[in-house]
């Protein structure tokens, strides 16, 4: 039974998706096992494409409509392994495709390739929703990640709490901090307030690596093996060996069985499938809310 490992972060920009990358990539060379990686950030999905110059891959909602007459073992094959060592699913074509998504569905795939790969990695975005907070259940893991600004941080600490408040607490929570400074404001003393617990990776900003990593879509263990963001990820590794078992007695025992979406009425931005609000009726026309309305076309604005 391999392991789930969720990646978030409370703000766009603050170096998740590279974190994720670059987790994949480094768990794949060190231990030499099969390494999943998805994209389910649902705003912004793509950025696998672009960070690493893939062609058209299979889609994570793809593998959720086909998981059902699939193994462990067709599962890798029917996903397929990239030249770059990495089996990878994207996110989807349409961001409205993971309104189709059914959430028994979803549960079941995510065990699927628990059991397909060593490592599932998921690049989740900034939101609670019903794809993420299935990751989280399905998780050994959740990092957190926050770059070094004092905005990041203060969102990063609310969005901590809210994983709490749906029973993620810090016994799975590890907090990532990139574009870390020992110069810094952000000090040590500052995260053990905000958050309660410590920052178990730090990592050190370095725009020009990032940019040429981007532009030669490769990661930093390709193009410079020994630079210092990779010792947080080696780092990271080494945490893995050590906490995972104890972790997973610690997941199996608070979820149990899947808990219904129900619990999420108050946090979640959409539901799909059977999702939180079950059998929703339509609404006749006309009844919507004036400040309802008022607020839709805002958004389309």
């Not at 998706?17 to 999943?36: E, M, P, R, Y």
């Not at 690049?123 to 004092?150: K, M, Q, T, Y």
Request: net charge positive.
């Amino acid at each position: 039974m391999g392991s789930i490992l969720s990646v978030c972060g409370a703000k766009d920009g603050v170096g998740k998706t590279a974190f994720a990358i670059h987790l994949a990539f480094g768990l794949a060379k060190a231990s030499q096992k099969n390494v999943c990686l998805i994209e389910a950030d649902i705003p912004n999905f793509g950025d696998l494409k672009t960070y690493l110059n893939l062609k058209q891959n299979k889609t994570l909602v793809d593998f959720i409509k086909n998981s059902t007459r699939l193994d462990p073992k067709l599962a890798q094959n029917w996903i397929g392994k990239n030249p770059n060592g990495l089996y990878v699913l994207d996110a989807v074509t349409f961001s409205t495709d993971f309104q189709n998504i059914d959430d028994l569905g979803l549960d079941k795939s995510l065990k699927l390739l628990a059991r397909s790969f060593d490592y599932v990695i998921m690049d989740l975005g900034r939101d609670i929703n019903p794809l993420s907070f299935r990751a989280f259940e399905n998780s050994s893991l959740i990092f957190v990640v926050s770059s070094s600004n004092v905005l990041a941080i203060n969102q990063t600490a609310e969005f901590s709490k809210k994983l709490r408040s749906l029973q993620f607490g810090s016994d799975i929570q590890k907090l990532v901090l990139n574009q870390y400074d020992p110069r810094g404001i952000i000090s040590p003393q500052v995260i053990k307030q905000k958050f309660n617990m410590e920052a178990a990776v730090l990592l050190p900003d370095d725009p020009a690596a990032f940019n040429q990593s981007l532009s030669q879509a490769k990661p930093l263990q390709m193009l410079n093996p020994k630079h210092p963001y990779l010792k947080g990820i080696d780092d990271t590794i080494r945490m893995l060996s050590t906490l995972e078992e104890k972790v997973e007695k610690s997941r199996v025992t608070r979820v149990g069985v899947s808990q219904p979406l129900d619990v999420l009425k108050q946090v979640l931005p959409f539901s799909f499938g059977g999702g939180a609000g079950g059998n929703q009726k339509i609404l006749a026309a006309g009844s919507t809310s004036k400040a309802l309305m008022d607020r839709n076309i805002a958004i389309r604005t």
